[in-house]
């Protein structure tokens, strides 16, 4: 129902509306089915929350393909809390928008865009789908779009003459600060009652509110009021929650009753009549941690497990069923623990209306250090309203083994089924130390390059050996160079630094050269030592120049003055020809090589060829 | 080969060690932290550039607390994409998806695969780091085991466990850089606003649909003035640049990494 007002008014109404963008609002679009039948209405929902009364106009009915455009009702509602001693209220405007389905498909439902204050809001897109009728259900709209749906199942009554009113009738005509309050508001008519809408809920000072129910139709029964029958419709059910003791006068509806046929021009404006509640105030004692629960309800505790790891969150639920004011309490905090973080309580309601159902309350618990400990029971008290008196749950303790971490303890979630019922808890961190990647540090790629030369070495190392087992000789003769490189090196220094060190540092090496080369014994004489290498076929001059070598070096580590300059520049001149001489002949004449880069073919178990 | 037997203890060892490092708490709970002041607090850290997961842990459960959805959830997968093995940030963040209402839901995964991803979860980058250290210095023993191995002995044994270590490097190694890249480019962003709009197109004007704050996208193109992303069910549409902030905000043109 969309409220004409003057220009004059809405233009008086928006410096106010630029006011508003410091109060919360939030607006929620929904269907009441996704799935509906050709013969079944579509009901959009808009809601519109705030923390303030808002005053706005009612948005425009979103255009669905496929559908036609009925109806649309509108209701408010507020809500007042006092929970641990803050009192806060909220306000709902409910529109709600009638549709029927044309035809089957899925259809896709545009988000409402409104203004509120000085910004946007929207919702998403919804979809919905219609799907045929089953064969037993005969029922049909009726397709004309300006027939109000509350008119379908209006039949029987064909006068005009008789009254409409209004009626409230409350559960119970007194109660307990906090306890809900439901009241019904009933049409009652003896007249041909097309259809009605709620226009208008006058509140008074006292109580929070919210709906409990409001049908989509008039549903009418017969009954006998004041001595005469009528027809009686539910037209809406309120759920008080009284803030105050006393005389409290519940809500007053206003709407309009809208006859049908040709008596439609005799619209009426009906209120409810006057109704007030008792309200007794809660008795005093509260316990400890009351968080305002007042109702009948019954507790119970379980705990996600009596083992966990470190690191592992413990999850206790208290369950909360039966009836009372669930909108207007919370759960006091758990008792405090050492050495555990404990999250803020998470609540799920599972309620089949406003006062009834059970609420589940979660808190995640999460050890800090391994042992045993024992986890005390919950804490929750509420005013039992058919008592009269205060009641305390305390739940069981559990004995809690808490086991060091591993890495098949971070996979145990796995199995656990189920979404996180609640948030987990802050770290307690003395400090953040900053994050450092290991791979971008610089010992991550000495210990990388350590490997690679590692493997280097032992490659290396493993052909060596490879080449030993396969060509002793040729490895031989490679080594043989070796040493005398070395000990050349190392007697060409002892020659500099005119160190007597050189005629032994020459001998040896020489030895250690012609026994590596030659495999002559290190231990002969120097006449043994040139006759056995004689025989190796080594030209005669060679031999000579080795022969003189070593008597020299024999000589001039006994003789005085031996390590003269001079002397050792000669014994140094002497050596270096050697080894030129040496070089000149690279391989051992049996050794199986010729000069002249002619191949030949080794003898042995690994043949290979080779080329000089 | 004695020795190796202990290999896997070892390894066992050292993880459940990081496990404990990586997951333990020190304080005492049972007082109701006082959410804005714990978020004055650790802001500074944050604006002074310090990186630690467990500083983005807590800053999401104070702008959660706070009321501020999207932040909680930008700041839960900034802890994960510095320690994927955060547990607490992953189990937090999934706590706040399944308080989204949009109806955008990844789909269930197999229970194989949720395995495959929780083992790749577990190994952070770091531990990853370690862990390819750790291979490679057994590849290098085993290379040279083989190498040294008699000649007259078969060599089955040693080239299968250089195998099977081989194997492990080249695909821990792979994951390490896969992660280092993501470490470094992580395409996430998170939306900032209540039913931020969501195109069809890069130029469309009427939404598709509207998104929940807090609601995770990948940024598959990133444009001017919106980006193209990717939804946790699979659909995709172009969103506003300004609802969305990235895990890794991007470095200004012409910045050296």
New interface residues.
């Given amino acids: 129902m969309v409220v004409t007002r003057p220009k004059l008014w809405l233009l008086l109404a928006l410096p106010l509306l630029a006011v508003l963008p410091a109060q919360a609002v939030k607006v929620v679009g929904y269907v009441q089915q996704k799935e509906i039948t050709l013969s079944e209405q579509l009901q959009v929902v808009l809601e519109i929350n705030s923390d303030e009364r808002l005053n706005i106009e009612s948005p425009r009915a979103p255009k669905i393909e496929g559908f036609s455009y009925r109806n649309m009702r509108n209701s408010s509602s507020s809500e007042t809390a006092l929970i641990n001693g803050n009192l806060s209220r909220s306000y709902t405007l409910t529109y709600s928008y009638y549709y029927n389905p044309q035809r089957t498909g899925k259809f896709s439902i545009p988000g409402f865009r409104l203004r509120i204050g000085n910004r946007d809001y929207s919702t998403q897109t919804l979809s919905v789908e219609v799907v045929d009728s089953p064969s037993n259900q005969s029922q049909q709209f009726n397709t004309n779009p300006y027939i109000d749906p509350y008119g379908s199942s209006f039949f029987g009554r064909n006068r005009t003459a008789g009254e409409s009113l209004i009626l409230a009738a409350p559960q119970s005509q007194s109660g307990y600060v906090g306890e809900p309050a439901v009241i019904s508001y009933y049409l009652y008519t003896n007249q041909m009652v097309e259809s009605f809408s709620t226009e208008t809920e006058k509140d008074y000072e006292g109580y929070g509110k919210s709906s409990f129910e409001q049908p989509p139709n008039l549903k009418y029964e017969q009954v006998t009021y004041k001595g005469e029958r009528y027809q009686r419709a539910l037209i809406k059910k309120l759920v008080l929650y009284p803030q105050v003791a006393g005389r409290l006068q519940v809500p007053t509806l206003t709407g309009i009753v809208q006859f049908s046929g040709v008596y439609s021009f005799l619209n009426k404006n009906i209120s409810s009549q006057p109704l007030w509640l008792e309200v007794n105030a809660l008795p005093g004692g509260k316990p400890a941690g009351y968080t305002g629960a007042v109702g009948n309800f019954t507790l119970s505790q379980t705990y996600s497990d009596d083992k966990v790891t470190q690191g592992e969150a413990l999850v206790c639920t208290i369950k909360i069923s039966g009836t009372g004011n669930f909108s207007q309490f919370t759960a006091p905090p758990f008792p405090p623990l050492a050495k555990f973080q404990i999250s803020e309580p998470s609540l799920q309601d599972k309620l089949a209306n406003p006062v009834e159902g059970t609420r589940f309350i979660y808190f995640t618990i999460l050890p800090s250090e391994t042992g045993s400990f024992q986890i005390p029971g919950f804490n929750f008290s509420w005013f039992d309203t058919s008592a009269g008196k205060y009641r305390t749950f305390t739940g069981p303790s559990l004995e809690l083994t808490v086991k060091g971490s591993n890495v098949l303890s971070y996979f145990s979630g796995l199995l656990q089924s189920g979404k996180p019922k609640t948030l987990n808890p802050l770290l307690e961190r003395k400090s953040y130390p900053a994050f450092r990647n290991f791979s971008a540090r610089i010992w991550f790629w000495l210990v990388l390059a350590a490997c690679l030369l590692a493997l280097a070495g032992a490659g290396f190392m493993a052909y060596e050996r490879r080449l030993n087992r396969l060509d002793p000789n040729h490895y031989a003769q490679k080594t043989a160079n070796r040493i005398l490189n070395k000990y050349l090196h190392q007697a060409t220094e002892a020659a500099q630094s005119m160190s007597a060190d050189f005629y032994p540092l020459a001998e040896s090496g020489l030895l250690s050269f012609l026994a590596k080369k030659y495999f002559v014994s290190k231990g002969l004489t120097t006449p043994e030592l040139v006759s056995a290498l004689a025989e190796k076929q080594l030209p005669v001059p060679l031999l000579k120049q080795i022969e003189e070598f070593l008597t020299h070096c024999q000589k001039a580590r006994y003789m005085p003055g031996g390590d003269a300059a001079e002397s050792l520049r000669d014994a140094l001149n002497m050596l270096r020809s050697l080894v030129q001489a040496f070089s000149r002949i690279r391989q051992p004449l049996n050794s199986g090589f010729l000069s002249g880069g002619r191949k030949l073919i080794l003898p042995g178990r690994h043949q290979r060829e080779v080329t000089k | 080969m004695r020795k190796l037997r202990f290999l896997p203890l070892f390894l ?1 060892c050292l ?2 060690l990081w ?2 490092v ?12 006082d959410y804005a002041q ?1 978020l004055q607090s650790l802001l500074p ?1 944050v604006e002074s550039g ?6 983005y ?2 800053l999401g ?2 702008y ?2 706070l009321g501020q959805t999207g932040k909680a959830a930008l700041y839960f997968l900034r802890a994960q994409n ?2 994927s ?1 955060h ?2 940030a992953r ?2 963040l ?3 998806q ?1 308080q989204d209402t ?1 109806g955008i839901k990844a789909p269930p995964r197999p ?1 194989l695969v ?2 495959l991803f ?2 790749y979860d ?1 190994f952070s ?2 531990r ?3 862990l ?2 750790i291979l ?2 057994l ?2 023993l085993s ?2 085991w083989l ?2 191995y008699p ?1 007259e002995k078969e060599h089955g044994l040693p080239v299968l466990v250089l195998g099977i270590l081989l194997l492990f490097w080249v695909v821990v190694g792979g994951t ?1 850089l896969q992660k ?1 890249h993501r ?1 470094r480019h992580n395409d996430k962003a998170v939306v900032m606003q209540e ?1 931020s ?1 969501l195109f069809a197109t890069a130029n469309e004007t009427r ?5 929940a704050e807090g609601s995770a996208v990948e940024i598959k193109q990133a444009g001017k003035r919106r980006s193209q992303v990717i939804l946790a069910d699979g659909s995709g549409g172009w969103i506003a640049n300004v609802q969305l902030e990235r895990v890794v905000p991007l470095k200004p043109t012409g910045s050296r990494s």
């Fill in positions: 066992l993880s459940a496990t404990a990586l997951t333990g708490q020190a304080s005492e709970g049972g007082v109701r932290p714990t850290l310090r990186q630690n997961a467990d500083l842990y807590n459960v104070c959660y607390h510095l320690n093995a547990r607490q189990d937090n999934a706590f706040i399944s949009s229970f949720q395995i929780s083992i577990f980058l770091n990853l780091a370690v390819f250290l490679s210095v590849s290098t290379v040279i190498l040294n000649l390490l280092n470490f039913g709009a939404a598709a649909q509207y998104l």
